[in-house]
C-alpha cells in the first residue's frame, strides 16, 4: 500500500542530507516547458517575434538550460513540431477503429482533427500556420505531414472504377487543402465553429472516389451529426 500521509511529513522522516530530485526528470520536465512556451509564444507572436530569450523566461528556465535541451530556436520549434504531430498521430490511432468502413475513418478522422485543432488552438497553429514560416526545414515538415495522410485516402481508388486516371499527387492535394481551410481560420482566431466546415470537407475529399451523389449523402449526414 502507498504512504497516504502528506508530503511535509514524509519528507521530515528523511535522514539528513540532500534528496534530490532525479535529474533525468528534471531535465525532462524542462524540455516539456521549453516545448509547451515555444507552441503558446510562437501561436501568440509567431516564430519571427518569438526569441529564446522569452521562450526560456516564459518556461522559467535559464538561457543556459535553454541551450543545454537545443542549439537554436529552430532546431526547439522543430522539436515542438514533432512532438505535437506524434501526439495527434497517437489520438487518431486510439480513436479511429479499423473495423469501421474507408468512408467512416474519413468522416472520424476529418471530425477529430477539427476537435483537436478546437482543444489545441496553440498547437494546432505552431503545426499548420507557423511551420510555413520557420523555414525550409519547418516547410520540410510540414509536407511530410500532409503526405503522411496520403496512404489513407489513397485507399479510396479501390472505390473509383477510373481511379488510374486519378492524378498522383490527388491526395497530398486533398489534404493541402483540408488544411487550408483550417489555417485560414487559425489565422483568423475563428476556430469556435470550425466543426461545421466538417460536411464541405467530407464533401471535397470523398468526391473523387465514391462520386458527388455519394460523397453528398455523407456530407449531409455529418451535417446532421454536428447540428444535433
Given amino acids: 500500500m502507498s504512504d497516504q500521509r502528506p508530503l511535509s511529513e514524509r519528507l521530515s522522516k528523511l535522514p539528513p542530507g540532500r534528496h534530490l530530485v532525479p535529474s533525468d526528470f528534471v531535465a525532462q520536465g524542462q524540455r516539456e516547458r521549453i516545448l509547451a512556451a515555444t507552441a503558446d509564444l510562437v501561436a501568440e507572436r509567431g516564430y519571427q517575434k518569438t526569441t529564446i530569450e522569452l521562450i526560456a523566461k516564459t518556461a522559467r528556465v535559464a538561457l543556459v538550460t535553454f541551450y543545454e535541451h537545443f542549439p537554436s530556436k529552430e532546431e526547439c520549434f522543430l522539436a515542438a513540431f514533432d512532438e505535437n504531430v506524434a501526439a495527434a498521430r497517437e489520438v487518431f490511432a486510439k480513436l479511429l477503429d479499423p473495423e ?13 482533427f477539427l476537435e483537436m485543432v478546437m482543444k489545441e488552438k496553440a498547437r494546432a497553429k505552431l503545426c499548420i500556420v507557423e511551420s510555413q514560416a520557420a523555414g525550409t ?22 472505390f473509383n ?13 486533398i489534404a493541402g487543402g483540408i488544411v487550408w481551410l483550417v489555417h485560414q481560420r487559425l489565422v483568423a482566431d475563428d476556430t469556435d465553429g ?25 456530407a449531409d449526414a455529418a451535417q446532421a451529426r454536428v447540428a444535433a
Fill in 194 to 218: 470550425l466543426l461545421a466546415l466538417l460536411p464541405e470537407m467530407l464533401q471535397v475529399t470523398l468526391t473523387p472516389f465514391v462520386g458527388e451523389a455519394e460523397a453528398g449523402r455523407a
Fill in 161 to 173: 472504377p477510373r481511379a488510374s486516371r486519378l492524378p498522383d499527387g490527388l491526395e497530398v492535394a
Fill in 100 to 112: 469501421d468502413s474507408w468512408q467512416d475513418q474519413i468522416s472520424s478522422g476529418l471530425e477529430i
Fill in 137 to 158: 526545414a519547418s516547410l520540410a515538415r510540414y509536407q511530410a505531414m500532409l503526405e503522411s495522410v496520403a496512404p489513407k485516402l489513397r485507399e479510396g481508388r479501390d
